[in-house]
């Protein structure tokens, strides 16, 4: 081989083995691109109150094709702040990292302290791999007077109106505006006697407490029943969710309208009685407010057989409170004529917004009085009968 052969060789050589000295850098350069670490959570950035606790949930990308033990630790945070990391068995320190994106998750709690000013803090978490990975986290905390992480319990329409009978439904939502996901325990404290129930919106099945996910709101159908016989008026029902980290108060009002009824009977029940023509006999009367409204001037009227007459020793009363009963007096005569048998007088006790009626079966009997009578003239009778014939009997 010539000089010049041996020169064109060696340059065609070097050439090859610089192009597969670069494609191996670069794979090598590529594999070492593609080997990582990464700490992240969703909201960096929160707005806090002096006094607050907050949590951070961390998400952890292994991008290296190996699993490795991950140290956690505070690089850097405001002076009097206490911060931990937590597992779902408790406090830690190290966290387990399988290749993958969002292949494991902790959470970093930090306590804000009373005394805290307004203003923006900076906090800084470190992870470092038992390989020698190291990623860097930087979260900022706005300590403000208001917060925005507060919760929302809302109702859309407040007050309701209706019957006593009826039953009210609220449409309510409970927001978590926090950056965790919170379970809120429900309750209500309504008057004595009535019935609250919080079921989730498009559910059948009643709940004493529910789970909300960070940033994200929950619709509630709150049923609200009354007593029976409640009285008309306005009626206030405090609402709670509770949480481990907030209490959220919201009010509910029933407006319920007033209904009048009433019943007229007598106190035993009974709507018969016996009679004597042309004497005056007496009867007691029931009226009792089964409305949920007072009833006002209750006039007492009657429907009598011809040449009958009733009297209400108080024809007119004046008031009468709901669920009371009152008690009347009446006399009933009558006719001169009337005879032996069964008679119906209608006795009526109406306001101006409602009315009853009891149907009353009397029957008539015949007087002791005339019985004597009747005896007595027999008597005479008979005695004028046995003169006439002692008197005229011989002759």
Known sequence: MSMQQKHSF?????????????????????????????????????????????????????????????????????????????????????????????????????????????????????????????DLLSLELVVSAQGSGAGKFTVQYPELQGSPDASFNFSMTLANNGIEEQSYSLSAQPPEGWQVVFRPSSATSQVASLSVEAGASQGLSVTVTPPENVAAGTYTIPCSAVSAKESLTSELTVIITGSYEMTLSTPSGRLSLEAYANKETPLTLSIANTGSSPLQNINLTSSLPSGWNIRFETPTIETLDVGATTEVAAYLTPSSDALTGDYVTSITASTAETSSTADFRIAIKT?????????????????????IFRKYGRR
């Open 10 to 134: 060696r340059r065609r050589a070097f050439a090859v083995l610089t192009a597969l000295l670069l494609i191996c850098g670069i794979g090598s350069l590529s594999v070492f691109a593609d080997g990582g670490l990464d700490m992240y959570t969703d909201y960096p950035g929160v707005i806090v109150r002096a006094g607050d606790s907050v949590s951070f949930p961390l998400s952890f990308d292994n991008t290296s094709g190996s699993s490795f033990n991950v140290s956690l630790g505070i690089n850097s945070i405001p002076d009097g702040w206490d911060g931990y990391f937590q597992g779902s068995s408790g406090t830690i320190s190290q966290v387990m990292v399988r290749p993958g994106t969002d292949s494991a998750s902790a959470k970093f709690s930090l306590d804000i302290p009373e005394d805290a000013a307004e203003g923006t803090y900076p906090v800084t978490l470190e992870a470092t791999s038992s390989t020698g990975l190291t």
């Open 367 to 387: 007087s002791v009085v005339w019985g004597v009578v009747g005896v007595i003239l027999i008597v005479v009778l008979l005695g004028g009968v046995a003169y």
